[in-house]
């Protein structure tokens, strides 16, 4: 099992942990865990003093542990059913037309 | 193959022999552990979303496998709730993939003994085939000669975990239909709130938001059991006091809460405002209100009628009371200078010539419009800046006051005068222009017949110490749905329309400009009320709704009167109402007089059931306590009831709205199995076929069915409604088809849409604002990037008076928005809840009219006066100002007022609807004891969420009723004995915990004991038990038509309650005992 040092040293190079964990041959998220003391899924309360240590990530720890995330906030189909209302409106497109 | 090594398993031999000399992982790993891999390392995918239980909304990683929902976990990202889940959360697996889901169509035909499954296209064909038939057969075009356009016949009740894009659909399909009797879980839960915030202070929602509460120093919780009913929430207050902040706990049990807290103030149920009071005569007397916050931000200085008289003048009665009506004329609690535009004058006169008679559209839900604007006033107020004359507000409030002393609080409450006291000093030490302090309350304060009126006690008292729109300070309305404040907003509720516009009422709009007219002020924002009605209507009926035809306003059915989910059991009794749809509600266990819920249904036609489980609801006809009783028997109930599996949070995609308004999105994870569908899927599908069976029909009726917008876009294997579109239709577009960014941008000419203004902007720039997840690391506490609130994405209301009159912060500790002078605008953390432009100096030309009218230091935007309410010239039905009054059912009587009861109260004497003596009266010594009910952190409402979860009911498994070691002796219970307590509605039984966590009240000579209940058991599910709502009446809060069940008196006996029909001689005997007749407690 790779320890904890090895990580940092790893860190301080520059390599991120999804790298880490593929030259080490362990998840990335358990790189985390033995770097830092914290797990990366959130599952624990994080102190300050904690979040200062070598190796913590400041934000998105959790995606080394969930990196098939799914969270899509918009959709070309729904702009195009919007326009299509809008369009079959000759009212409503008249009196646009008229304001402006 | 690999040579097995006997020894090989052995730790210490793999430490020793191997290179993790050290033993620190591999080594003590078995090869169970090391083959074993987490669902959540294995899963394909994890899907955004958001706990269906509770307020707070704690976000959720759905991990998803081979098209499996396999985990359930806290989302870390989120600035609410940084990752936990609360043990309802974390059994959401359970509840979504749990083994007591039913995945397919039931029916049971009339009379019939049994259920018989259908198939899902069938059953849908069947509901659609009555209630076109229903509809037809009710149908009622006018009534006392005004026309009304609808059907009494159909009625609808939801519960508060739809999505709004659900409750959207299903307002906007049963109001086509013509339905009117649309009602949600938000009515018997918040509603309360909404009148007396919106009343407060312009708009119904919390003013402050979860994590904000972190900055305050105090925290007075209240009505609430924070800790155990919002655990996930809780942990604001818990970074509070970690910060050195008080926390006070007011409730009649010592709970977790009071635990946590560092003060726990013991007191009688029904008894807050009398609390509240003295606290209000403490700061008034002793002069320790903010007096330059209170000068500019409230209307203490506005002077009001002459004519006006407080109950100090007559005896516990405001000017203006009719006896016959019980209700008030608000004429004389009139601004000098300034009108109520808004449900008063001659409208109200007009309906008492013509309308039902009973009681006037004041009382019909009316305050609750202030859920998005206060009441509509015209003219300039009068004011006496000195705040010295006796007809101005601040000196009106302490005349009202005056009698609220310590030893009266003692008196009423139980609360000892030292103890007050520390509440009193907390509490003023801790607010002002350097510190500011928070109330958190939730159903305690709700769920009474003046329920209203304890939220707006704490309004009063939180304006006058300065502490609304501040960091830290607020009231945080505690809601215990995933989406009640959505509820609200886009209301499935009898009287509103989406975005708080109130529904039409048949004697006084006939035009939709007679109708803005009549409800519009001239000035605020709410003076745009004819644009954003415009664009609902186009957002309804689209290109049928023009100019000519009035934007289809005709197509909307009318009020007249009350016909909220009380009323319509009523009309469910009496033969009116015959059909019936339940979306995720359980009326049979969750409603006030559960006995009476089921009665009701038992008279229908026919019942639609959606839930997740067979709930009480669904199957009192089989096996429901009627049966066992007697009162009712299977094989003579004719009422057909259909029963179709719902779609978990997990299945379905749309937005709950939180308890600080924020609207959060959640993700489809995987599409539901068998026959079960979404709410809005049933509804899309539904309207969908009704549509079909009546095309080309040329009836005037079903003009607005066919004229409807119901063209949504479906998507997967079973046509499920796109959700975005829905919300996309709900944000609004332009003529153009490009989302609208905010309600500023609504026109009342046609050429835009929207389904709810308050929501605009939630899909600003086609993008779902609701789905954004910034994590809470990148941000600071105000999280402006993750999810969406209302209105314009402000986390704290009101804002602007978090600076001076200057626009200067009060403090630096306390800043929040203030005016930059440099760029001639308000910034700061938060979305300025104001003109961005208006400098603090802008005083308004008298002729100005809509935002223009409203000065540089009115920070309540949404007041037509610009200001907070300490005195309530209109809005709120049973008074301008909070006053003690007992509960219905109380075994004490009024030390304050010759009334003991609030005298506005809604009442509905019935043969099932038996109220108690008053207090002092022969008979009432029957039922000496306080009750309340409440929730447990394990259940949730009325059971069908939690009551067949194993994780869940193994946690708490059975009734159980809280009695102090005293009560104990003298009733002669033993704990973990059976108890039986009596009203005269019913009885139950329950399991006995004697504890000292509850404390027998010593107040005026006597000894009051107070009996605690949750209210979660039903006779179905894993864990089976009597409903505490079997006790409670059906006696209502005026304003919002809440039910009364945070408070009722009984008596508790040792010993299981009677069986079948011994047990209905039992209660009948009880009220023969006490004496009760049908005008019993009805006293005014």
């Keep these: 099992m790779p320890g904890k040092q090895r990580i940092l040293r790893l860190l301080a190079r520059g390599q991120g942990y999804v790298e880490i964990g593929e030259m080490l041959g362990m998840p990335p998220g358990r790189a985390y865990l033995v770097a830092t003391g914290v797990p990366a899924d959130g599952g624990d309360t994080v102190t300050r003093e904690q979040r200062e240590r070598p190796g913590m990530l400041p934000s998105r720890s959790q995606r080394l542990v969930n990196p098939r995330e799914v969270n899509p906030s918009a959709r070309g189909n729904v702009h195009q059913w919007m326009r299509r209302r809008a369009w079959s409106d000759p009212q409503m497109r008249a009196d646009a037309g008229q304001a402006r | ?1084």
């Excluded at chain 2, 009534?143 to 709004?164: E, K, P, Q, V, Y």
């Excluded at chain 2, 600080?660 to 993700?667: E, F, I, T």
């Excluded at chain 2, 700061?828 to 603090?840: I, L, M, Q, R, S």
């Excluded at chain 2, 006066?865 to 059912?889: I, N, R, Y």
């Design chain 2, 1 to 1084: 193959m690999s040579r097995r090594v006997p020894f090989r398993p052995w730790p210490v031999l793999r430490q020793l022999t191997g290179p993790d000399r050290l033993g620190r992982g591999a080594a003590v790993k078995s090869r169970r552990s090391e083959e074993t891999t987490a669902r959540t390392a294995s899963a394909d995918r994890v899907v955004k979303s958001v706990c269906p239980y509770c307020a707070v909304g704690c976000a959720q990683n759905v991990y998803v496998r081979g098209e499996k929902v396999v985990q359930i976990e806290g989302d870390p990202d989120s600035p609410v709730s940084r990752g936990r889940l609360c043990p309802k959360g974390a059994a959401s697996l359970q509840l979504t993939t749990g083994p007591g889901r039913h995945h397919r169509v039931l029916y049971r035909p009339p009379y019939g003994r049994d259920w018989q499954e259908i198939g899902l296209d069938e059953a849908m064909e069947m509901v659609a085939d009555r209630i076109i038939a229903t509809r037809r057969a009710t149908w009622e075009w006018e009534r006392d000669g005004r026309r009304t356009a609808r059907t009494m016949g159909i009625a609808a009740l939801g519960g508060a975990t739809l999505d709004n894009e659900e409750n959207y659909l299903i307002k906007k399909l049963l109001t086509a239909l013509g339905v009117v009797q649309i009602e949600n879980q938000a009515r018997v839960c918040h509603s309360s709130t909404v009148v007396g915030l919106g009343s407060s202070f312009g708009r119904g929602g919390a003013t402050t938001f979860m994590q904000d509460l972190q900055h305050s120093d105090c925290i007075v919780i209240e009505g609430s059991n924070f800790a155990e009913a919002h655990p996930v929430g809780f942990q604001w207050v818990m970074e509070a006091k970690a910060r050195g902040a008080v926390v006070i706990h007011v409730d009649p049990r010592y709970t977790r809460t009071s635990a946590l807290a560092d003060l726990h103030v013991p007191i009688r149920v029904g008894t807050d405002v009398a609390f509240l009071g003295g606290i209000i005569h403490h700061v008034l007397e002793n002069e320790l209100y903010f007096r330059e916050y209170v000068l500019n931000y409230t209307n203490a200085a506005t002077l009001i009628t002459e004519e006006y008289r407080d109950t100090e003048d007559l005896d516990g009665l405001f000017s203006g009371f009719n006896a016959d009506t019980r209700h008030y004329d608000f004429e004389t609690w009139q601004y000098q200078g300034m009108r109520v535009v808004a449900a008063a004058g001659d409208r109200d006169e007009d309906y008492e010539r013509h309308g039902e008679g009973r009681r006037s559209i004041r009382a019909a839900g009316r305050g609750e419009t202030h859920g998005s604007g206060g009441a509509a006033l015209e003219g300039t107020p009068h004011s006496d800046p000195t705040l010295r004359d006796p007809h101005c507000v601040l000196q009106i409030l302490k005349r009202h006051y005056a009698r609220y002393t310590p030893e009266m609080v003692e008196r009423v409450c139980g609360v000892p005068p030292e103890l007050f006291a520390q509440v009193c000093r907390h509490l003023t030490e801790n607010s002002g222009p350097e510190r500011t302090a928070a109330f958190a309350y939730a159903v305690g304060w709700t769920q009474h017949t003046d329920g209203s009126q304890f939220v707006r006690a704490a309004s009063i008292l939180q304006l006058l110490l300065g502490n609304i729109g501040r960091p830290g300070g607020g009231i945080q309305a505690l809601r215990g749905h995933a989406s009640i404040q959505g509820s609200s907003d886009i209301p499935t509720l009898f009287n509103l329309l989406p975005g708080y516009i109130p529904m039409p009422h048949a004697h006084e709009h006939e035009r939709l400009d007679d109708f803005v007219r009549a409800d519009a002020p001239g000035k605020g924002y709410w003076a745009g009320m004819r644009a954003y009605t415009v664009s609902l209507l186009k957002a309804w009926w689209g290109r049928a709704a023009t100019p000519g035809n009035d934007f289809c306003f005709g197509h909307l059915p009318r009020l007249t009167g009350s016909h909220s989910t009380y009323d319509t059991v009523m009309a469910q009794l009496d033969g009116t109402c015959k059909g019936y749809l339940l979306f995720g509600e359980n009326p049979a266990v969750g409603s006030a007089n559960a006995r009476m819920q089921r009665l009701a249904m038992a008279n229908l036609d026919w019942l639609v059931v959606r839930d997740f489980t067979l709930i009480e609801s669904a199957t009192w006809w089989k096996d429901g306590p009627e049966i066992e009783t007697g009162e009712l028997a299977t094989q003579a109930i004719g009422t057909e009831v259909f029963f179709f599996p719902a779609a978990a949070h997990t299945e379905k995609s749309g937005s709950f709205t939180n308890t600080n308004r924020m609207l959060q999105w959640h993700h489809q994870a995987v599409e539901p199995s068998g026959d079960a569908r979404s709410d809005l899927w049933f509804m899309y599908h539904l309207g969908r076929i009704i549509r079909r069976r009546l095309a080309g029909s040329t009836d005037p009726m079903d003009a607005p069915i066919l004229d409807l917008t119901w063209d949504y876009p479906t998507e997967g294997r079973v046509a499920e409604p796109v959700a975005e579109a829905v919300l996309a239709e709900i944000n609004g577009w332009d003529a153009e088809g490009r989302p609208l960014s905010a309600y500023t941008a609504l026109k009342d000419d046609g050429s835009t849409v929207c389904g709810c203004w308050i929501y605009c902007g939630v899909y600003a720039d086609g993008v779902n604002q609701a789905a954004r997840r910034k994590p809470v690391e990148e941000q600071d506490w105000i999280a402006a990037e993750w999810a969406w609130a209302w209105p314009a994405n402000r986390r704290v209301l009101y804002n602007r008076a978090s600076a001076d009159p200057e626009g200067r912060p009060w403090s630096e500790r306390k800043r929040l928005v203030w005016w930059d002078r440099a760029t001639g605008r308000w910034t700061g953390h938060d979305v300025p809840d104001f003109d961005a432009a208006k400098e603090p100096g802008y005083r308004p030309p008298p002729d100005a009219t809509g935002v223009d009218a409203l000065s540089g230091i009115d920070p309540f935007i949404m007041q037509s006066d610009g200001k907070g309410w300490l005195f309530a010239p209109a809005g709120v039905v049973d008074g301008p100002l909070p006053t003690h009054f007992e509960p219905q059912d109380s075994p004490v009587p009024n030390p304050l007022y010759r009334h003991q009861r609030n005298p506005a109260r809604m009442i509905y004497p019935h043969e099932h609807n038996r109220y108690h003596p008053t207090a002092g009266e022969p008979g009432a010594a029957i039922f000496p004891y306080c009750v309340t009910t409440y929730r447990l952190t394990e259940h949730f409402t009325a059971g069908g969420m939690s009551r067949g979860i194993p994780y869940l009911t193994e946690l708490q498994p059975e009734l159980f009723c809280e009695v102090s070691p005293e009560l104990a002796a003298e009733r002669g219970l033993e704990h973990g004995g059976w108890a039986t307590i009596v009203t005269a509605r019913n009885a139950i039984e329950a399991r006995v915990l004697v504890t000292e966590r509850m404390t027998p009240l010593r107040l005026d000579g006597r000894v009051v004991h107070q009996i605690g209940l949750p209210f979660h058991w039903g006779s179905n599910g894993l864990s089976r038990g009597d409903a505490a709502n079997e006790l409670s009446s059906i006696s209502l809060d005026p304003n919002s038509h809440i039910q009364e069940v945070k408070a009722l008196s009984a008596d508790i006996r040792p010993g299981r309650r009677p069986r079948g029909p011994a047990l209905t001689e039992f209660v009948r005997d009880y009220r023969l005992r006490a004496g009760i007749t049908g005008s019993t407690g009805t006293e005014v």
